[in-house]
């Protein structure tokens, strides 16, 4: 009986994080190109080693994983159980070997509200410590943030709940599974507090996961530097890799990161810029354009990333950070 009321209670907090937040998450911007026009692909499983897959959900968030003898290590669990279950059945379409590791890169909802199907399967599951903080803080507004994607797919936001890491990381890790070595690095806050990567080195493959989204336009609202975010994709880089696993948007090259630099210093003079010669929020709004990154998808939303580090830059503090 305590079950079904936890239940009924996170679903009302739900349905009032709904409500509150319907005016922050306007629609798209008017007179911008919507995100609409952006063709969603289907789900596609692309085999980028003989032992690693890429997870490519265009309609949602990426994931990956690494297929070993001794079991199986995921990347990011998907945005509602039922996407993790489309993301198992994936895996044992190529192994019936079991889920060991699961990686949670960073705290937003749709890279880790399939956990719970995960730890049904036996799995550890790892973050840095920074993220579990994200995650317990704002799991209610995470779910008010995928109002949108479940009311389209059809996902029932009662069978979410909160399901947090086992392992709470300060900062680098290597695990060792069936002779594979897999290094969660942390470089500091990029998009995130707690950004991890994912590095498969035999793969010469790195899971970027929050900092870099290939041909989008990611989310600002979240960072406490974009100086340190930028100087992260730099550092990522300049990594010894040959693949750039997005947390949204295709396989990426060392050149799509080198532009996501690119896309956040030019969001950053133009905002600085803004701001110093004495425009307010609603004329930052009015005002910028970047016509050059039009076709990224969620140009359209440029207003709230606009609002976001309008928000940084007045108060120092990320417009959704670490309490």
């Known amino acids: 009986m305590k079950a079904i009321f936890l239940k009924a209670e996170i679903f009302l907090a739900t349905l009032l994080a709904f409500a509150l937040a319907a005016p922050a998450l306007a629609d798209h911007m008017t007179g911008l190109p919507p995100s609409a026009r952006h063709q969603e692909l289907p ?45 198992l059945a994936h895996i044992r379409k190529v192994t019936d070997k079991p889920i060991r590791y ?63 890491p086992d392992l709470a990381l300060d900062g680098n890790l290597s695990i ?15 998009q995130n507090p707690g950004d991890m990567l994912v590095h498969f080195p035999h793969a010469r493959t790195v899971f970027v996961g929050g900092p870099f989204a290939r041909r989008n336009w990611s989310n600002t609202s979240f960072t406490p530097s974009v100086d340190n975010w930028i100087a992260m994709l730099k550092k990522i880089a300049a990594m010894d890799v040959d693949r750039f696993l997005p947390g949204h948007g295709d396989i990426g090259n060392q050149q799509d990161v080198l532009d996501e630099a690119r896309l956040l210093g030019d969001f950053q003079a133009a905002m600085k810029t803004g701001m110093a010669q004495g425009m307010g929020r609603e004329a930052l709004v009015k005002n910028l354009r970047f016509p050059q990154y039009q076709d990224l998808r969620n140009y359209d939303r440029l207003h709230n990333f606009i609002n976001g580090l309008h928000h940084l830059y007045s108060t120092g503090k990320p417009l959704t950070g670490l309490p």
Not at 176 to 190: D, M
């Open 43 to 87: 789900i596609e499983l692309k085999q980028v080693a003989p032992d690693l897959y890429f997870y490519y959900n265009d309609s949602s968030s990426n994931s990956a994983f690494l297929v070993t003898g001794e079991g199986v290590l995921v990347v990011d669990s998907g945005q509602h159980p039922a996407d993790a279950r489309e993301l």
């Open 102 to 164: 699961v990686i949670n890169t960073h705290f937003h909802g749709d890279h880790v509200f399939g956990n719970t199907v995960f730890h049904s399967q036996g799995a550890t599951i790892i973050a840095h410590r920074d993220t579990v903080t994200m995650m317990r803080t704002h799991y209610t507004q995470e779910i008010a943030r995928r109002a949108d994607y479940y009311k389209r797919f059809g996902r029932d936001p009662v069978e979410l709940r909160m399901d947090l």
């Open 176 to 190: 060792t599974l069936g002779g594979r070595t897999i290094n969660l690095i942390h470089l500091g806050a990029g």
